[in-house]
């Protein structure tokens, strides 16, 4: 089992940048593929980022493609979301889950996930 802290979120301009971390607990992160959530008030969750187990692969939403980057340091446990030229329509909470798997495959529904942290609010203003 692992649990996840998610931390880094807070109110930025539009433009601006914010890193998101999760830390995960316990000896196994590096067998977790990660994944990185929103979800805005009134909307369903939806997905963000993916990043497999070894960090050798990644997938994005098209709405962040070219300004987010996910990256993992399996040595520290945790997983970031760097997330440039923030709009706001990124406004919402972002939620790490994780998923014990060796696939080399990005997982991009929420469904899949058996693990999730708290979320961290992010909010950008115009």
């Known amino acids: 089992q692992v649990q996840l802290v998610e931390s880094g979120g807070g109110l930025v301009q539009a433009g601006g940048s914010l890193r998101l971390s999760c830390a995960a607990s316990?000896?196994?992160?590096?067998?977790?593929?990660m994944g990185w959530f929103r979800q805005a008030p009134g909307k369903e969750r939806e997905f963000v980022a993916a990043i497999v187990w070894s960090g050798g692969s990644t997938s994005y939403a098209d709405s962040v493609k070219g300004r987010f980057t996910i990256s993992r340091d399996n040595a520290k446990n945790t997983v970031y979301l760097q997330m440039n030229s923030l709009k706001p329509e990124d406004t919402a909470v972002y939620y790490c889950?994780?998923?014990?798997?060796?696939?080399?495959?990005?997982?991009?529904?929420?469904?899949?996930?058996?693990?999730w942290g708290q979320g961290t609010q992010v909010t950008v203003s115009s």
């Open positions: 889950a994780a998923k014990a798997t060796w696939a080399i495959a990005t997982i991009s529904t929420d469904i899949e996930y058996d693990y």
């Open positions: 316990g000896r196994t992160f590096s067998r977790y593929a």
